[in-house]
C-alpha cells in the first residue's frame, strides 16, 4: 500500500511549517507562502486554518509549537525495499549509492518479475568501465555546470572531437539508451548517444551568459478514424507528448501532436505503424514523405502477394 | 459533503487523471457519473493538484478539459502528485507529529512513556485527543509495520525506537534516485524520497515517458508482492464500457511493461489454471491477496514455455505458431535498417540474402500483433508472407486503403487528401 499520508504534501508541508516553529521564526505570512509553494493549489484554504484553529494542535496562539524537535521522518521499510531493488538494476552500476542499512531488507521487485517486452536490444553497456567513467564524468560536468571536452564516433564510423556544454542526460526506457543534451561551440542544440562518446574531460564553467537554446518544435495534426481500437491505441502510444485531441463525429477525432523536430524520421514510422486507421493531413511536407514511402512500396516488386 | 482537496480512495481519480490525460476531449456531460457534482469535484482536484498542466477548450457543447504535457521536457512526472493526495484524520496528523517528536532523541519508549509525555506536552486543543489510549496503540503498530518505529519486546514490555539509524544515507542517493524515481518500476516511491531532500537534482530528461503507468502503482506493488509470495489474488476489473465490475482469481506470475504502447499486463494463471492469461494492469480496480500457492512453481516453468514465442501479450493455446517472413530491401548506405532489425527482431532471426535484401523470420503465437510493427518497414518491403493469411490479408487492405487515402490509385477515396 502506498497511497498513504505519511507521504502525503500535507504532512511534508505541515513538516515545513513546524521546523519553523520550533525554532521561532514562524510568522502568519511565512505560514501562507510554505503552503503556496509547497502544498496543492487549495490547500491555502485549509492548512493554515487547521493549524490556527486547533483542529490539528501542533501550532499554539503566538506561532509556537509543544514539540522540541524539527520534524523529520525515518524511512519507510517500502522507501527502503525500494532502493534495495535498485541494487539489483544493472543501471545501478553507474551511480555509487551507499549501501549500508539495506542489508536486511528485502527488495521490493525482482528484476525478472517484470518484463519489458518491446525494449530494443541494443540497449547501452552499463557494465562498462569505460562508459562507467564517461558517465559519471558528464554527471559530474553537468552538477559543476563545466564544459566538456569529448572524442565520438559517428554512425558512419568516423571519430569527431568536441567541445560542449551539457545540459541534461536524456533516458530513452524504449531504445534503452543515455543521451548527452548538449550545446555545441556554435550555440546549437545537439544530442549525442552516450554510447558513442570514447573519451571525455572536464573543462572550464561553462561561461554564466551561455546561451540554452531548445530543440526546434514541429507540429503534425492527423485524422484518426476508430476503428480495431485504434483511438485507445493511438492516443495512449502518443500519450507522452504534448497533444489536442478534437472529435469530428462519430469514431472521427482530429489529433494535433507537438514533438521534437529532429524526431521526424521516428515520428514517420510511429504514423505508418497505424495504417489507415490515421490520415496525416498537415505540415504538407509530412504528408509528401508518407507519398514517397508509400510509393516506393509500389515499386518494390512482388508485394506483398507471393509466399 | 463538502468538498475536500484530499482523497480516501484512489481509485476513481485515476479513472479522471487518466481520460483528461489520454483523451481529452469529452466534455462535463459525457462523464459517465452519478451526478455532475462528482465531476466537478474530481475536475476540481486535479486542478488543485495539477494545475500548471491542465487546459481545455471550449465549443458549443461546453467545456473539455485536458491534462497535455511532453513528458520528454520535465524533470519529474506531475502525477506522482496525486499519491500525495490521501486523507487524514485531525488525530491522524496529530499523532504523527507527536510520537516522532517524542522519539526524536533515539532513545526507546514504553508505550506508558509515550502516552505520559504525550499527556505533558498536550495543548489545550489536543487534550481529547489523547484522551483515548487504543489510538495510540493503534499508531504505534501501524507506525511499526510501516517501518517508521520499531518494537523491542522485554519481558512484557514493549518498547518504541525510531528507525533513522537502520536507513542509509539519502545524500549518496540523490542522483540515483532522481533518475530511478522516472526510469524504474514503481518510481512514484523514489518521488516520496525525493521530497525528503533539501534540494531535488535537476540532471535527467526521460524520452518516450509513459508517466501514465504511474496511476497505477498501488495495484503494481500489490502484484509484485503476491509474485514475490506466490501467492493467489483475487482482482475487481472494470468494464470500461458498463463500468460493471467483475472478480477474477489470478495467480500472478511476471508483469509485461510495454515501452511503446504505455500499457502494462500482468501474466498468470485463472481460476481453472489451464492456460496463462495476460490482464491489463489499467483494468483492475483493486485486488485481494489470498493464500500462497503450493504449486506456483509448476505454474511458472508451464508459463515460461508459453511466452516462448509471444510478440505482444496474447497467447493462443493449442493452435499452431504462425510463421511470418519478411524481405526488406536495403540500399549499401541504410546500415540502420539493418541494425533496426537487430534491435528490434525480439525473438525472431534475420540473415543477409544478397547485397540488398535482408530476410526478417519469425514463428509466433499471434501474428497480427505483428501488423504496427511491420508497417514501420513501408517502402522497403520487398515480399511480406504469413501462415495466416488473415495477416496477410489485413496487411494488402491497409495498404491499398493507404494508397486511395494518399491518392495514389485510380480509385476514388472520399477520404483523399487533395
Known sequence: MLFLEVYGTYYHTVASILAHAVDGTLTDRLLTRLVQEQAFGESVLTIPSALKSGEWPLLDRDLGTPLRHAPSMPLTLLEKRWLKALLLDPRIALFQPDLSGLEDVEPLYLPRDIVFFDRYADGDPYDSPLYQKIFRTALQALREKRMLQIRFVTPAGAARDATCSPRRLEYSEKDDKFRLLAVGSKNTACTINLGRIRSCRLLDPVPEDALSPELPRSELTFLLYDQRKALERVLLHFSHLEKKTVRLGENRYQVTLFYDSADRAEMLIRILSFGPMIQVISPPDFVESIRDRLRRQSALSGMPRDS | ?418
Request: aromatic share 10%.
Open chain 2, 1 to 418: 459533503m463538502a468538498y475536500q482537496e484530499l482523497i480516501k480512495n484512489f481509485d476513481k481519480i485515476r479513472r479522471y487523471i487518466r481520460d483528461f490525460y489520454v483523451y481529452g476531449f469529452r466534455s462535463r456531460m459525457e462523464y459517465d457519473t452519478k451526478s455532475p457534482r462528482s465531476y466537478d469535484n474530481e475536475r476540481r482536484r486535479i486542478e488543485s493538484w495539477l494545475g500548471d498542466y491542465m487546459s481545455f477548450h471550449q465549443d458549443a457543447a461546453g467545456k473539455r478539459m485536458f491534462l497535455s504535457l511532453d513528458s520528454r521536457h520535465i524533470p519529474h512526472n506531475p502525477l506522482y502528485r496525486a499519491f500525495q493526495a490521501r486523507s487524514f484524520t485531525d488525530r491522524d496528523i496529530t499523532f504523527h507529529f507527536f510520537i516522532l517528536d517524542i522519539l526524536a532523541d533515539g532513545k526507546p519508549r514504553t508505550f506508558a512513556q509515550i502516552l505520559e509525555t504525550l499527556q505533558d506536552t498536550q495543548t489545550e486543543g489536543s487534550r481529547n485527543l489523547f484522551l483515548d489510549d487504543s489510538t495510540l496503540r493503534k499508531k504505534l503498530k501501524e507506525y511499526v509495520s510501516l517501518g517508521l518505529l520499531a518494537a523491542q519486546k522485554q519481558g512484557h514490555t514493549v518498547s518504541y525506537r525510531r528507525t533513522d539509524s537502520d536507513s542509509p544515507d539519502l545524500t549518496r542517493w540523490e542522483d540515483a534516485i532522481s533518475f530511478f524515481s522516472e526510469a524504474s518500476p514503481l518510481g512514484v516511491v523514489g518521488s516520496f524520497l525525493l521530497n525528503r531532500l533539501p534540494e531535488a537534482p535537476d540532471l535527467f530528461r526521460f524520452k518516450h515517458h509513459y508517466i501514465l503507468h504511474t496511476l497505477d502503482s498501488d495495484i503494481l506493488a500489490q502484484l509484485l508482492d503476491a509474485i514475490r509470495e506466490h501467492r493467489e489474488v483475487t482482482l475487481t476489473l472494470e468494464s470500461p464500457k458498463t463500468h460493471a465490475l467483475s472478480h477474477s482469481p489470478l495467480v500472478p506470475l511476471r508483469v509485461y511493461s510495454s515501452t511503446q504502447t504505455g500499457r502494462q499486463y500482468v501474466l498468470g494463471y485463472p481460476e481453472k489454471r489451464l492456460n496463462p492469461i495476460f490482464v491489463r494492469v489499467d483494468a483492475i480496480s483493486s485486488l485481494t491477496a489470498g493464500d500462497p500457492v503450493p504449486d506456483w512453481e509448476e505454474l511458472n516453468r508451464r508459463g515460461r514455455e508459453a511466452e516462448q514465442h509471444l510478440w505482444g501479450v496474447t497467447i493462443r493455446p493449442g493452435r499452431p505458431l504462425e510463421r511470418v517472413e519478411m524481405k526488406v530491401h536495403v540500399e549499401p548506405w541504410e546500415d540502420f535498417i539493418v541494425r533496426r532489425l537487430e534491435r528490434e527482431k525480439r525473438h525472431g532471426r534475420v540473415t543477409r540474402l544478397d547485397a540488398n535484401t535482408w530476410l526478417f523470420q519469425a514463428e509466433v503465437e499471434d501474428a497480427k500483433e505483428m501488423l504496427p510493427w511491420l508497417r514501420t518497414f513501408l517502402g522497403r518491403i520487398e515480399s511480406l508472407s504469413c501462415s495466416n493469411a488473415y495477416v496477410q490479408n489485413t496487411f494488402q487492405a491497409d495498404l491499398d486503403q493507404l494508397n486511395r487515402m494518399y491518392g495514389l490509385t485510380g480509385e476514388e477515396d472520399p477520404n483523399a487528401l487533395p
